[in-house]
């Protein structure tokens, strides 16, 4: 049974990289200052498109997290098409816990990672599943190098039920009331919070994966 369990997981994977192959899309950890730039300039592009932040002057948009994140960028025959990070725990917290007035415990946050600042360029969203497959095979790879059992996120509940079909378990967070820091941590992405109704949750990587039949 593990063995059939592990065949069906190489032939999917090999499937799945004929698709990419076939379409110019790859999958990356952005390392180089370039690659990472990428990332902040479609990150850029996106938000302001959306009317969730105001332009920047040098066109990119970084925050205090990004030294702490590992950024994926997903390319279509070199150009950058989407984006998402991986925050990790700092000296800065993480960015959910600013936004929403929730209590992580300190045990749980070692085992955390945040997904945040996903961005899928307008042509690539929706339909075609091959970009959001891709990011979440690429998420759950770096969850498991770093031995994150669970991803936080916020979102907006139509966007969770969209995961969900991807066979992704999201557990709730409870909310306190928003405090004035909730607020002010807002006004970064002020657009966002004006257009959305965001909810805090955790995604249980280890029940996912097994649902999935990934190893």
């Not at 150009?79 to 993480?94: C, K, M, N, Y």
Request: charged fraction near 25%.
């Amino acid at each position: 049974m593990i063995y059939a369990t592990k065949l069906a997981q190489v032939l999917l994977d090999a499937a799945f990289d004929t698709a990419c192959a076939i379409s110019g899309i790859t999958f990356m950890r952005a390392t180089s200052e370039e690659q990472i730039h990428d990332c902040w300039k479609i990150r850029h592009e996106i938000f302001v498109e959306k009317g969730y932040i105001q332009p920047k002057p040098n066109g990119m948009f970084s925050d205090a997290y990004d030294p702490f994140s590992i950024n994926i960028l997903v390319k279509k025959h070199e150009h950058p098409i989407a984006a998402t990070r991986l925050v990790f725990d700092s000296s800065e917290g993480f960015p959910t816990e600013h936004l929403f007035n929730i209590n992580l415990g300190t045990e749980m946050r070692k085992k955390i990672a945040e997904v945040s600042r996903l961005v899928v360029s307008k042509g690539y969203r929706g339909g075609d599943r091959l970009i959001m497959l891709g990011i979440i095979r690429s998420i759950s790879r770096i969850a498991h190098d770093e031995n994150v059992s669970h991803l936080m996120c916020n979102m907006p509940k139509r966007l969770k039920n969209y995961f969900k079909k991807f066979g992704i378990i999201f557990i709730e967070l409870a909310e306190g009331e928003v405090l004035e820091s909730h607020k002010k941590a807002r006004e970064l992405i002020g657009g966002y919070f004006n257009q959305q109704i965001l909810h805090p949750y955790l995604i249980d990587v280890i029940a996912t994966k097994r649902k999935l039949g990934i190893s």
